[in-house]
């Protein structure tokens, strides 16, 4: 079926950064990221999670996929411009990361209290092993440093067969890292994949609403 508003998906590309630039101080990565399919399992304890995953595959040029829940794309179903797709449809999630894209899942289902890990769930490693492809460890921190604006730190491991120990080392490591650090400087030895100057705030109700009733998104 034909693309009833092409034009869409680079406003919509355009409004996430832009979300991004203004919500978040900025986004850092630190460890080695795979040149082609890989299903990417972070840990999810912040609304931005999504967002800064999307921002670093941007970023390295990768192709991109995330599962989200029947719930958020029935809210927001203009995401699938962007590669979300409902969680069920994990045959198409397998595809995509056969094909060179990295599938971001996470495998505590929903957004967690911060702190340690909830119970893993096994559709990222069923996903990655099912596609050939590694299956890596993302611990994924949003967090109020010094500065004015939160910002993202993602911490990306090796692949591994693993997940729960792997995760929780991730973790626990860039928790570590986050004690240790002045807080008033970026986190040494991570990258800066986006340098946020927030502005201010933003709602997304209303425009996810208008931009879903313009495209003709479900």
Excluded: C
Aim: hydrophobic residues 45%; without cysteine; glycine residues 12%.
């Amino acid at each position: 079926m034909a693309d009833r508003a092409p034009w869409a998906t680079p406003v919509l590309k355009h409004s996430i950064r832009r979300s991004l630039r203004t919500g978040l101080g900025g986004v850092w990565v630190r460890g080695a990221l795979s040149t082609g399919g890989a299903v990417l399992a972070p840990n999810h304890n912040s609304w931005w999670d999504g967002y800064a995953l999307r921002e670093l595959a941007w970023w390295a040029g990768a192709d991109f996929r995330v599962l989200m829940t029947a719930r958020q794309l029935g809210r927001f179903p203009f995401l699938r411009r962007m590669g979300a797709l409902e969680a069920g449809r994990v045959r198409e999630a397998v595809r995509g990361a056969r094909d060179g894209a990295w599938v971001a899942v996470f495998p505590e289902g929903a957004v967690q209290s911060s702190g340690s890990l909830g119970a893993l769930h096994p559709g990222a490693a069923w996903i990655a092993r099912t596609a050939g492809v590694p299956l890596i460890p993302v611990a994924l921190r949003v967090v109020m440093r010094g500065g004015q604006w939160p910002e993202a730190y993602l911490r990306v491991g090796a692949a591994t067969t693993s997940l729960p120990e792997a995760l929780a080392h991730e973790l626990g490591v860039l928790d570590a890292e986050l004690a240790a650090s002045d807080p008033e400087q970026p986190l040494a030895g991570y990258l800066r994949v986006m340098r946020g100057r927030a502005t201010g705030t933003e709602t997304v109700d209303w425009p996810a609403r208008l931009l879903t009733r313009i495209t003709g998104d479900r």
